[in-house]
Nanobody, 116 residues
């Protein structure tokens, strides 16, 4: 069992930045891909970033060029740097580990609110 805990959410004005952190109870990010997801009220959960254990990352089109996902060398911390935030980025953000293309472990989430 792996525990994931997100932090770093908050309320910012449009154009601002936030850095989300995801702390894992083991060095799982060195072994398993991970993803950052978000869910806004009334909307489906969407995957905003995918990160391989190598550090290679892919992004959802609306966040490309604004978000950057990284993992630390120890493999137990992941980060999502979010710049030039927009009101449509408002959502609960979750980190998750992946196994065979499916989410294996979820964090509890951290709220991001962007005001215009």
């Amino acid at each position: 069992q792996v525990q994931l805990v997100e932090s770093g959410g908050g309320e910012v004005q449009a154009g601002g930045s936030l850095r989300l952190s995801c702390a894992a109870s083991s060095s799982i990010f060195n072994r398993s891909p991970m993803g950052w997801y978000r869910q806004a009220p009334g909307k489906h959960n969407e995957k905003v970033a995918h990160v391989e254990p190598t550090g290679e990352a892919e992004y959802l089109d609306p966040v490309k060029g604004r978000f950057a996902a990284t993992i630390d060398n120890a493999g137990n911390k992941a980060y999502l740097q979010m710049n030039n935030l927009k009101p449509e980025d408002t959502a609960m953000y979750y980190c998750a580990t992946l196994r065979f293309g499916r989410v294996e472990y979820w964090g509890r989430g951290t709220q991001v609110t962007v005001s215009s």
